[in-house]
Antibody, heavy 119, light 107 residues
Framework: QVQLVQSGAEVKKPGASVKVSCKASGYTFTSYGISWVRQAPGQGLEWMGWISAYNGNTNYAQKLQGRVTMTTDTSTSTAYMELRSLRSDDTAVYYC????????????WGQGTMVTVSS | SYVLTQPPSVSVAPGKTARITCGGNNIGSKSVHWYQQKPGQAPVLVIYYDSDRPSGIPERFSGSNSGNTATLTISRVEAGDEADYYCQVWDSSSDHVFGGGTKLTVL
């Protein structure tokens, strides 16, 4: 079945970088773009950006421009999200998600990766 | 940027009907999607394109969208429906936008 499996929890110090992975299975990886969505503790969902798994084109949320980089490795069907210059308010669960059966609606989600930024 | 506004909380007795609203400027012209999120879990799509249900979602879940308000309706509410619910649209200037979320409490 279609599955997105993310890497494990991370603890980082302010100013550091984090790279979260999202391994896809059960479908043709290059057929769907992958979005990243984050959720701070007790808060709502925030879309971070999108990458085409077909050609690597990206579209980042304006507030994260310059700090986030999304990449893919088609040989391993894995997407990556790197966030730099981490701050305490970057503490959140980070999800990868795809719009498979429905355009613009996220019907497949990863399990989430907790990133904690603390000194 | 496009903003979606949801009530922070809605309470309903078991067996009754819950209605969760999502307000946005002329939201009726957009396609609205709804997600259910239980504690410690990833969101699950429960309504797409305003009123369609993915396979596996009970018929008790329905949606509507008109004017400046979209609504998620849950009929015959069960204890297992207790969760946070988020609306979401795609906007040409803001990309994917989520509402702030509504906590549904089953009394």
């Amino acid at each position: 079945q279609v599955q997105l499996v993310q890497s494990g929890a991370e603890v980082k110090k302010p100013g550091a970088s984090v790279k979260v992975s999202c391994k896809a299975s059960g479908y043709t990886f290059t057929s769907y773009g992958i979005s990243w969505v984050r959720q701070a503790p007790g808060q709502g969902l925030e879309w971070m950006g999108w990458i085409s798994a077909y050609n690597g084109n990206t579209n980042y949320a304006q507030k994260l421009q310059g700090r986030v980089t999304m990449t893919t490795d088609t040989s391993t069907s894995t997407a990556y999200m790197e966030l730099r210059s981490l701050r305490s308010d970057d503490t959140a669960v980070y999800y990868c998600a795809i719009c498979m059966a429905v355009a613009d609606a996220f019907d497949i989600w990863g399990q989430g990766t907790m990133v904690t930024v603390s000194s | 940027s496009y903003v979606l506004t949801q009530p922070p909380s809605v309470s309903v007795a078991p067996g009754k009907t819950a209605r969760i609203t999502c307000g946005g400027n002329n939201i009726g012209s957009k396609s609205v999607h709804w997600y259910q999120q239980k504690p410690g879990q990833a969101p699950v799509l429960v309504i797409y394109y305003d009123s369609d249900r993915p396979s596996g979602i009970p018929e008790r879940f329905s949606g509507s969208n008109s004017g400046n308000t979209a609504t998620l309706t849950i009929s015959r509410v069960e204890a297992g429906d207790e969760a946070d619910y988020y609306c979401q649209v795609w906007d040409s200037s803001s990309d994917h936008v989520f509402g702030g979320g509504t906590k549904l409490t089953v009394l």
